[in-house]
T-cell receptor, first 114, second 116 residues
Framework: DSGVTQTPKHLITATGQRVTLRCSPR?????VYWYQQSLDQGLQFLIQYYNGEERAKGNILERFSAQQFPDLHSELNLSSLELGDSALYFC?????????????FGPGTRLTVL | AQSVSQHNHHVILSEAASLELGCNYS??????LFWYVQYPGQHLQLLLKYFSGDPLVKGIKGFEAEFIKSKFSFNLRKPSVQWSDTAEYFCAVNALISSNTGKLIFGQGTTLQVKP
């Protein structure tokens, strides 16, 4: 157990819908990262928040947005869902921010868009 | 853009065989390198990391990796695998473009199957 929790574990929804994925970082960690893992794209970095502020952005679609709240948990919002958004979404956390920080991963949320 | 290649997509070994998984990255500057492992049904866990210093780094569970700067490589090795090493292995790079981000770029992953 990494100490990072993600809810829900599984999510099945229809095209065009909107969903929210939730992540609670390890106690004391200030950074939260979101990654998407799909069969064709592999594991891709989406976005990083550090202490409530966006710190880095990757290949995140405009239909996707995220935020980090004062209690440091984070939510990833996915809207106007398409079949291709079906994937495993991982959250990770680290104590600070920076390239030498070790990231601890949660168990992931498996999203299926029908 | 930075990228990471893992050449072996699926490796099958017998117990006690030696393991080497290849990882190459494309970035000419300073990088930090990681190997993560994902056991079936579990989350990604850090095996080892390289930031600087001795290019041969040792990680958990008997794994080690060697950073060869001239080859842009960071191959993972284990002298003798066990059935419990069956998992998916990911190489990742953090290119030091900005000191304030932890953005990791992952390879496609290598599935290792160890036969008892």
């Amino acid at each position: 157990d990494s100490g990072v929790t993600q809810t829900p574990k599984h999510l099945i929804t229809a095209t065009g819908q909107r969903v929210t994925l939730r992540c609670s970082p390890r106690s004391g960690d200030l950074s939260v990262y979101w990654y998407q893992q799909s069969l064709d794209q592999g594991l891709q970095f989406l976005i990083q928040y550090y202490n409530g502020e966006e710190r880095a952005k990757g290949n995140i679609l405009e239909r996707f947005s995220a935020q980090q709240f004062p209690d440091l948990h984070s939510e990833l919002n996915l809207s106007s869902l398409e079949l291709g958004d079906s994937a495993l979404y991982f959250c990770a956390s680290s104590p600070r921010t920076g390239p030498t920080d070790t990231q601890y991963f949660g168990p992931g949320t498996r999203l299926t868009v029908l | 853009a930075q990228s990471v290649s893992q050449h072996n997509h699926h490796v099958i070994l017998s117990e006690a065989a030696s393991l080497e998984l290849g990882c190459n990255y494309s970035y000419g500057g300073t990088v930090n390198l990681f190997w993560y492992v994902q056991y079936p049904g579990q989350h990604l866990q850090l095996l080892l990391k390289y930031f600087s210093g001795d290019p041969l780094v040792k990680g958990i569970k008997g794994f080690e990796a060697e950073f060869i700067k001239s080859k842009f490589s960071f191959n993972l090795r284990k002298p003798s695998v066990q059935w419990s090493d069956t998992a998916e292995y990911f190489c990742a790079v953090n290119a030091l473009i900005s000191s304030n981000t932890g953005k990791l770029i992952f390879g496609q992953g290598t599935t290792l199957q160890v036969k008892p």
